[in-house]
T-cell receptor
């Protein structure tokens, strides 16, 4: 089943711990994105990457970090500096020019206790 | 700043009626405007999109209109059905097309 895979689906962590969410795609897409979804606030962009070894901050990058060492992978680390990390995180990918369909993963729900 | 405003936040319609969701955007350079549908517990999926060189696009019961001068675009769903119940997001590309900015979403409920 080709597509974009996020793991884990559910994650519980204690305050102060860093957490890494995985995102892998086999669609040969150049661009990958991380969005955060909170009730009533839509999808807010955390980080995005148009090409391997390069990425840009989105609108709410504080407290998050990413890497893009391989075209297929774009992991997101939620650091202890993120003040309100409990949320639903969605990874997406598309071809280099962002005027085409974004393909989303199934999401990862992070709960910080 | 760069943003997309979406209204209404919730919309209830009777089965068979039409539903309209409206969005406005801030970046005059935006040229791509997709609409995504997210069913409960599932990932968002593209249902229709429009580019700035056209004013309207239809796909069966769904249509999108774009007014570039006013910087707003709308989703129209006709003959609504219970399976249309979901959260709908509009979006616009910004920063020379490098990122997609989403509206806050509209919860559509179709009552049978």
């Amino acid at each position: 089943d080709g597509g974009i895979t996020q793991s884990p689906k559910y994650l519980f962590r204690k305050e102060g711990q860093n957490v890494t969410l995985s995102c892998e795609q086999n669609l040969n897409h150049d661009a990958m994105y991380w969005y955060r979804q909170d009730p009533g606030q839509g999808l807010r962009l955390i980080y995005y990457s148009q090409i391997v070894n390069d990425f840009q901050k989105g609108d709410i990058a504080e407290g998050y970090s990413v890497s893009r060492e391989k075209k297929e992978s774009f992991p997101l680390t939620v650091t202890s500096a993120q003040k309100n990390p409990t949320a639903f995180y969605l990874c997406a990918s598309t071809w280099a020019s962002n005027t085409g369909e974004l393909f989303f993963g199934e999401g990862s729900r992070l709960t910080v206790l | 700043g760069e943003n997309v405003e979406q209204h209404p936040s919730t919309l209830s319609v009777q089965e068979g009626d039409s539903a309209v969701i409206k969005c406005t955007y801030s970046d005059s350079a935006s040229n791509y405007f997709p609409w995504y549908k997210q069913e409960l517990g599932k990932r968002p999926q593209l249902i229709i999109d429009i580019r700035s060189n056209v004013g309207e696009k239809k796909d069966q019961r769904i249509a999108v209109t774009l007014n570039k001068t006013a910087k707003h675009f709308s989703l129209h769903i006709t003959e609504t059905q219970p399976e249309d119940s979901a959260v709908y997001f509009c979006a616009a590309n910004m920063e020379y097309g490098n990122k997609l900015v989403f509206g806050a979403g509209t919860i559509l409920r179709v009552k049978s």
